[in-house]
């Protein structure tokens, strides 16, 4: 990933620290040479994925939880950029526990901004999902062109891009919403029954299994590999102020289908397994990619990493993580 010149004295807030994304973050910020603060409370996120940063002395983790406003305005505290990861995902987990969810990804947001904005942060970059654009078959997906939304974690987003405009236009905090799409890559759990697509996959195929394909394998993505989300969210604090208050698409530009997710992964762990086709889920997107001009004209964000290679670091770096020979061991939780 290219370089991005910032301050030796910059303090970076990264809530979620412990999670796929923000522990990427966590490892992007230190070899920058800047301070990180790594703020979760362990609930999705692990520790496994920051340990090896404790005796690093631009590191320190703080174990708490984004609902509690004294731990997010203390966290904040002497902060140059926030990077605000923390929150719940799936969207069928979100169908089944909804007041939850409102809790977390809509209230806990509200206390960072509210946070961000007494000390005096800088820049506010936050998580957004690609969910927001709901039932829309407009493709490419564009910024302002959204339909109706399809589950209550697509509205927890939708409700935190909103929060964060009126931040900015309120109180002048300088807020910027990267909408992910398909996030993938290492560190990203295999284990839980809400993962995601391509560590199922990896999963399933690496334990000589097979893998269940919810629909008919023909539904699209814009599937992102991990560094290019990294590569965002610090180009984003780099963003010229008036681009605040906006939101942003976050991907490759590419629309890949789950059935060559699977025939990708099947041949690079050199495996001939077939899926199983399962009913389509309820509140799942059917097709989406993106249009990301407006993330690379006004952050200057440009993929590095496409399909083919994302997918071949992201086999690789989960095959040399479970070299055990059991499958109990190789499944074990990371």
């Given amino acids: 990933m290219e370089k991005i010149q910032f301050n030796e004295n910059d303090v970076f807030l990264v809530t979620g620290g412990a999670g796929f994304i923000g522990s990427n973050l966590c490892e992007a910020i230190l070899k920058l040479g800047c301070k990180v603060r790594c703020l979760d409370d362990l609930s999705t996120g692990k520790y496994e994925n920051v340990k090896i940063y404790e005796s690093n002395p631009n590191y320190t983790f703080i174990k708490g939880n984004i609902t509690d406003i004294d731990v997010c305005t203390n966290a904040c505290e002497g902060v140059t950029y926030v990077l ?32 961000a904005k007494v000390n005096g942060v800088k820049k506010f970059v936050y998580a957004s999902s690609s969910s927001v654009y709901g039932d829309s ?51 990203q759990n295999m284990d839980s029954m809400y993962a995601a697509v391509i560590p199922i996959f990896i999963k399933k195929l690496m334990n000589n299994e097979q893998a269940t394909i919810y629909g008919d394998g023909r539904q699209s993505r814009d599937f992102t590999y991990v560094a290019n989300v990294v590569q965002a969210n610090l180009k984003a604090c780099k963003a010229s102020d008036d681009k605040a208050g906006e939101v ?9 289908y ?8 099947s041949k690079l762990l050199k495996q001939n397994i077939a899926p199983i086709f399962s009913e389509a889920r309820v509140g799942d997107i059917r097709d989406s ?28 770096w989960y095959c040399l993580l479970y070299t055990s020979p059991s499958p109990r061991d190789r499944t074990r939780s990371r």
């Fill in 84 to 115: 605000h990861q923390a929150g719940w995902g799936s969207v069928p987990k979100s169908i089944k526990m909804p007041a939850q969810y409102e809790r977390v990804n809509v209230q806990g947001t509200v206390n960072m901004l509210e946070a």
């Fill in 137 to 187: 078959e407009v493709l490419p997906k564009r910024e302002g062109e959204e339909g109706k939304i399809l589950s209550p974690y697509a509205l927890t987003k939708k409700m935190d891009e909103e929060y964060g405009r009126l931040y900015k236009k309120l109180y002048g905090l300088n807020t910027y919403g990267l909408r992910y799409f398909n996030v993938y890559g290492p560190r």
């Fill in 248 to 256: 942003y698409n976050i991907a490759c530009g590419e629309q890949i």
């Fill in 258 to 265: 789950l059935y060559e997710v699977y025939d990708v992964v």
């Fill in 289 to 316: 990619n993106a249009d990301i001009s407006k993330a690379m004209k006004d952050l200057g964000y440009n993929p590095k990493y496409m399909f083919e290679e994302g997918i071949k670091l992201t086999v690789k």
